[in-house]
């Protein structure tokens, strides 16, 4: 997998929100099963490290203090159902602003930073793909929760 959906974009349907909560605590073995796949797919593409500790202050002073996992397992066991961000490791800044003119226009402007930030602000609400590779998974989502 070259592609997760970001955990808000299930926010946009109630049913999908409601579907969501379950997969976080999951019960039955349906929900059990989607969270694996959820979670199998954030452990295969990674997030950035970095990243994730910088913007999410007590998973850095966690892990400081000898919590026994890594930023990208914590996201894929915890973080994503908490809904919290993660700006996925094969994310090709370079690609991104190539590929949305929009974005291109706003760094030239000065309204935005970096494309990382447009990213994870609200590229990926908007299904913006992370990189060229991720285009397969992102169609599988898509048709998965009707993007």
């Given at each position: 997998m070259n592609y997760f959906p970001?955990?808000?974009?299930?926010?946009?349907?109630?049913?999908?929100?409601?579907?969501?909560?379950?997969?976080?605590?999951?019960?039955?073995?349906?929900?059990?099963?989607?969270?694996?796949?959820?979670?199998?797919?954030?452990?295969t593409t990674?997030?950035?490290?970095t990243h994730y500790r910088d913007d999410n202050e007590d998973i850095?002073?966690?892990?400081?203090?000898?919590?026994p996992t890594t930023p990208t397992e914590h996201y894929a066991e915890y973080g994503y159902f908490e809904k919290r961000s993660a700006l996925p490791a094969n994310f090709d800044s370079d690609w991104y602003v190539r590929t949305y003119p929009d974005v291109a226009e706003e760094l030239r402007a000065g309204r935005l930073d970096t494309a990382e930030r447009h990213f994870i602000g609200r590229g990926h609400l908007e299904w913006r793909l992370p990189c060229a590779a991720a285009e397969a998974d992102h169609k599988f989502w898509i048709s998965m929760l009707g993007g």
């Open positions: 970001h955990p808000k974009t299930f926010e946009r349907r109630p049913d999908l929100d409601a579907l969501f909560q379950a997969f976080a605590t999951p019960t039955d073995l349906g929900a059990r099963i989607v969270k694996g796949l959820i979670a199998s797919s954030i452990r990674g997030i950035n490290d850095a002073r966690a892990l400081d203090g000898g919590a």
